[in-house]
């Protein structure tokens, strides 16, 4: 049976409630072989999408998403992310997938993460500029750390990276976010945090023109065991420096993860929906998650916190476990 491409939903701290799409197939594809991708080496690193032996087709994404949405419900969702086991601009039918996937969720935002490797190809623009949100990487101030940070497939440059950019700022109406992301090693190596570095990065990011730009740095396993995150004291003395020399372009830092505010405010209206509820009647688990739209597990928790504080009580009926007020 062939695995679906949608997964999650799943937690970002850009992103919110993520529901993601993946348009390739396993093993990782990619035009790259970052040095803190958390999924590992590129088992398959290509330049163009013309050397993608297989791929998912649209069909496929729309059936796996409407058999998804049966047990997902949208109101619980921030946005559908197009990502997962690679590249996703290698397949030339996103641009189609993310027409037909905004036709099952209605308003909901559809966001595209990519390398940014292959936006000076005009057919990748066009695909990118049906997402609603486009978060795409830039790393590395010139070719020699974008060959050691990236590690790229042959035939692609730093270069066409930046005017490619460009060019999807000036064509797609879509929000773009750049996200540039951090790191050291354990053996003393900067990369791209010493302060030329961080100025000659800020100074193509105010060449791209984007709307907001994310500085960020690994949290999750990186593929190669000597890289090391970025201090949060250092991140955030980085996002100050972009803030400074960027002026009116937003700055993000994962040193300020505004996502767990985002967690804390909708855990706290959840809770609040379900002491309005039961303030009427005793409710099940299947009542509250119909009601209020959350799946089980965000019920689930907010049910343990209230029973913990001695707010919600517990009662069984023919075999039903009720939820009261204390």
């Not at 057919?123 to 990236?150: G, H, S």
Request: charged share 25%; net charge neutral.
């Amino acid at each position: 049976m062939a695995l679906s491409t949608v997964y999650g939903p799943v937690p970002s701290w850009r992103l919110g409630r993520s529901l993601g799409i993946d348009p390739l197939i396993s093993p990782k594809t990619c035009t790259f072989d970052c040095i803190y991708c958390q999924l590992g080496r590129t088992i398959n690193k290509i330049s163009n999408p013309e050397r993608l032996k297989a791929t998912v087709d649209v069909d496929k994404v729309t059936k796996d998403l409407e058999a998804a949405l049966h047990s997902i419900a949208l109101q619980t969702i921030d946005y559908v992310t197009f990502s997962g086991t690679g590249e996703p601009t290698l397949n030339l039918q996103l641009g189609e997938m993310i027409v037909r996937v905004k036709e099952l969720i209605g308003k909901l935002p559809v966001a595209v993460l990519t390398n940014a490797s292959l936006v000076s190809r005009k057919d990748v623009r066009a695909n990118l500029a049906e997402a609603d949100l486009i978060v795409a990487k830039l790393d590395a101030p010139n070719q020699m750390l974008f060959e050691t940070i990236n590690r790229p497939a042959g035939g692609l440059n730093l270069g066409q990276v930046v005017e490619g950019l460009k060019a999807l700022r000036r064509e797609a109406h879509s929000k773009l976010v750049l996200q540039v992301m951090f790191l050291e090693s354990n053996a003393g190596v900067k990369y791209n945090t010493q302060v030329n570095c961080v100025e000659a990065l800020i100074e193509l990011v105010d060449a791209v023109k984007p709307d907001e730009v994310e500085v960020n740095t690994p949290t999750r396993p990186p593929s190669e065991p000597y890289v090391q995150a970025v201090p949060s004291e250092k991140i955030e003395e980085i996002a100050s420096r972009f803030e400074r020399m960027l002026g009116d372009i937003k700055v993000i830092s994962r040193a300020r993860p505004t996502f767990l505010k985002q967690v804390k405010k909708k855990s706290e209206a959840l809770e609040a929906e379900i002491l309005d509820l039961i303030t009427r009647r005793p409710c099940t688990l299947e009542d509250m998650i119909k009601v209020t739209g959350a799946n089980e597990g965000e019920i689930d928790i907010c049910l343990h916190k209230l029973i913990e504080r001695g707010s919600v009580g517990s009662i069984q009926f023919y075999g039903k476990t009720y939820y009261k007020l204390l």
